[in-house]
């Protein structure tokens, strides 16, 4: 049978565990508005809105990259912290 203060202590684990992903989802999703907001000013100093545009700006392309990264990471996080709570 297992120990009562383990399972305690483990319970504890997972809760603080789940709060930093949570927290770093938090940040990361501010990281993503302010390369939204990065992007939006990339384009308008630049005139070209259209990815296909070979003018298109290569800092705002490079934006785009970096965002769709984090948002890839916050969906595997949050999928990570969702598995944990089904678990819990």
Not at 2 to 29: F, K, P, Q, V
Request: glycine letters at 4%; a neutral charge; proline letters at 1%.
């Amino acid at each position: 049978m297992a120990d009562l203060s383990s399972l305690e202590t483990l319970r504890e684990a997972l809760a603080i565990n789940r709060l930093r992903i949570a927290t770093l989802i938090g940040n990361l999703s501010r990281s993503v508005e302010i390369l939204t907001a990065d992007i939006e000013h990339e384009e308008t100093r630049s005139g070209v809105r259209d990815l296909a545009d070979p003018n298109y700006s290569v800092l705002a392309r490079n934006l785009r990259a970096r965002r769709v990264n984090l948002c890839a990471a916050i969906a595997t996080l949050e999928a990570l912290v969702q598995g944990t709570s089904k678990a819990a």
